[in-house]
């Protein structure tokens, strides 16, 4: 079994910084693509930022420029830099990762989610 565990959510001010922190443990081999995702009230879940064991990444529109998804491989942990923040990024924000597992069995898992609050 594989947990995900994040930090780094809070409350900040329109134009503020947060970075958000999410590590891996548990019976990994490899960890391929790994990304973030947020769910505001009364809407979709929907995908912030992605990256690959490569690096490459991937953005929302509404976030390019402003965040940035970096990750660390050997210490199984991905980052959201939060730049620019509007009133609009609040949601509950959720990590998510592909994993092989130790027996090379690929499963893909979630974290529990943090709160991010930006005021106007």
């Known amino acids: 079994q594989v947990q995900l565990v994040e930090s780094g959510g809070g409350l900040v001010q329109a134009g503020g910084s947060l970075r958000l922190s999410c590590a891996a443990s548990?019976?990994?081999?490899?960890?391929?693509?790994m990304g973030w995702y947020r769910q505001a009230p009364g809407k979709q879940r929907e995908l912030v930022a992605s990256?690959?064991?490569?690096?490459?990444?991937n953005y929302a529109d509404s976030v390019k420029g402003r965040f940035t998804i970096s990750r660390d491989n050997a210490k199984n942990t991905v980052f959201l830099q939060m730049n620019s923040l509007k009133p609009e990024d609040t949601a509950v924000y959720y990590c998510?990762?592909?994993?092989?597992?130790?027996?090379?069995?690929?499963?893909?898992?979630w974290g529990q989610g943090t709160q991010v609050t930006v005021s106007s």
């Open positions: 998510n990762a592909d994993v092989m597992g130790a027996t090379f069995r690929r499963s893909n898992y």
């Open positions: 990256i690959t064991s490569g690096r490459s990444t």
């Open positions: 548990g019976s990994i081999f490899k960890i391929n693509a």
